[in-house]
């Protein structure tokens, strides 16, 4: 059944992080998944109300591009994707993958940020 897009919606963003345990495909890939994986259920997501996600990673991960993973996750092929550095800033959380996605959310939904593995210090808040 197709779920109409109508006023009970709104454009909204959502921030989140995560870190991956080091600078490996493999460990980029379980971080990214997970992390979209949160964020889809943690905010009762479908792909059609995802509308884009930026990716920012710190300088030390270098080993491949977290949008390429996400785009792979879940079907979300058709979703806008893009992938920057983070600012570099002394003292910052190692291997940290941060996102901020555009997503159609239903009006009665409550936003809920993911903030995972390292990355939760960065919001205590919203763990």
Not at 7 to 24: E, L, V
Not at 84 to 104: G, K, P, T
Request: proline share 3%.
């Amino acid at each position: 059944m197709e779920e109409k897009m109508n006023n009970d919606y709104k454009i909204t963003f959502i921030r989140g992080a995560t870190t991956a345990s080091g600078n490996s495909v493999n460990e980029i890939e379980d971080a990214v998944v997970e992390l979209i994986d949160e964020l889809i259920s943690r905010n009762n997501l479908t792909k059609r109300n995802l509308l884009s996600i930026t990716f920012t990673a710190t300088k030390d991960l270098d080993a491949c591009f977290p949008a390429s993973i996400a785009r792979r996750c879940n079907g979300l092929d058709s979703v806008a994707f893009l992938d920057c550095q983070q600012m570099f800033v002394s003292n910052d959380v190692n291997f940290c993958i941060r996102i901020m996605a555009q997503v159609l959310l239903h009006s009665n939904n409550p936003v809920n940020h993911p903030y995972l593995r390292g990355a939760s210090k960065l919001r205590p808040d919203r763990c």
